[in-house]
Every structure is written in C-alpha cells, then in structure tokens.
C-alpha cells in the first residue's frame, strides 16, 4: 500500500522559515495537500493541488511537489502556527495521510 | 460559512454496531463528494471512505481497515451524510469527522464526533 513520510518534529524559530517534507514513491505525479491542526481543533486545509492556498490562509504558506517530495513551506513563521501537519495524497481511488509533522515555534 | 455538524458518537461494546451523521448547511449538498476522517486518540488523521454526489454515480470508496463494516449513505433531502458502523473493534475507537471533498482534498470540517469502542 502506498505510504507518505514525514519527520515527527520540525523546530524554527519566530521569523524563520519553516519546511515541513512529505516523502511518498513518485508523489510528484499526484497532487499533494496539506492540514494544520492545533491542539483539541478540527484540521483546516492550507495547501492543495500542491501549491494552491484556500482562502483565509496567509501568503505565507506554500506549497511545493516534485520527484518523490511535497514541501509545505512557512516564512516568517509565527508563534500561531506551531501545530501538527499532515500531507495527503491520492492513491487510486483511496486517500493516504503522512504520519504527521508536530512543528514547534522555539 | 459551510457548516458540518456531527452527531452519534457515544460508547459501544465490540462487535457492536452505531450510525453516525452529519448535517451540513450553507452549501449546496447534494453538489458535493463527501468523506468521513478519523483520528484516534493521540493519533494522526485516517481516511475512512468517501461518496461521491448522485448526480457523479454516487459511489464509495473506502479504506482497507473498514471495508465490508462501514457503509457511507446520504441523504440529499435532508442534506444529511452517514457513516453505518457495523462489527465494531477496539482500534475503531477515534473522532470521526465529516467533511468535504473536492480537488482532492478535505476543504470543510465538521467538529467530530467520539466513537468509543469498549467492553
């Protein structure tokens, strides 16, 4: 079964630019998402088809998607947005999620 | 505002069974794919499976861990989505969320809904 990786933790620091990867066989062929969630919250999408924001989410979210990674980048990163990441992808006609990224404003 | 509220949830004893909804508004529902996503406790998100709007087939989807247990449903009269639980496990035991799909990805969320599953 198909399968997205992402490393457990990511620190930054106030100001900085955060890059959170998503590993996955060939996940540049297919369209890459991604989910902040904050503690006790539901998730709220930042990025899809790769690189699109929804309305709402800042400029300075964004999203990258080539060979086998999908990058969520975060300049200027604020203390609001320490909070879990979760990538997903497509696989035929199932959903996969990544494991899940806890970043962590220092 | 889309609004997806989740009802249902409460404590069963394996092998059990507990349907779930959800009642959207503030869209046009019977346009929309939909899904159900899981997180268990402490857990990252799982999809669960998706139907797609009649006007689309109306098909499922659905992941490994619940095919042949879980079954979607909607009802667009009542802009109502469900998920059907049957033989319930343990490891079934999560927040399960309704939300939207299109473009591929998860655009709504509901707030979820606790499925306890115990002896």
């Known amino acids: 079964s198909y399968e997205l990786t992402q490393p457990p933790s990511v620190p930054v620091s106030p100001g900085q630019t955060a890059s959170i990867t998503c590993s996955g066989d060939?996940?540049?062929?297919?369209?890459a998402c991604w989910y902040q969630q904050k503690p006790g919250q539901s998730p709220v999408l930042v990025i899809y088809e790769d690189t699109k924001r929804p309305s709402g989410i800042p400029e300075r979210f964004s999203g990258s998607n080539s060979g086998n990674t999908a990058t969520l980048t975060i300049s200027g990163t604020q203390a609001m947005d320490e909070a879990d990441y979760y990538c997903?992808?497509?696989?035929?006609?199932?959903?996969?999620f990544g494991g899940g990224t806890k970043l962590t404003v220092l | 505002e889309v609004q997806l509220v989740e009802s249902g949830g409460g404590l069963v004893k394996p092998g059990g069974s507990l349907r779930l909804s959800c009642a959207a508004s503030?869209?046009?529902?019977?346009?929309?794919?939909m899904s159900w996503v899981r997180q268990a406790p402490g857990k990252g998100l799982e999809w669960v499976g998706r139907?797609?709007?009649?006007?689309?087939?109306?098909?499922?989807d659905y992941a490994a861990p619940v095919k042949g247990r879980f079954t979607i449903s909607r009802d667009d009269s009542k802009n109502t989505l469900y998920l059907q639980m049957n033989s319930l496990k343990t490891e079934d035991t999560a927040v399960y969320y309704c939300?939207?799909?299109?473009?591929?990805?998860?655009?709504?969320w509901g707030q979820g809904t606790l499925v306890t599953v115990s002896s």
């Open positions: 997903q992808a497509w696989d035929s006609s199932t959903v996969v």
């Open positions: 139907i797609k709007s009649k006007t689309d087939g109306g098909t499922t």
């Open positions: 503030r869209f046009t529902f019977s346009n929309a794919w």
């Open positions: 060939k996940l540049g062929d297919k369209y």
């Open positions: 939300t939207t799909t299109s473009h591929g990805s998860f655009h709504y």
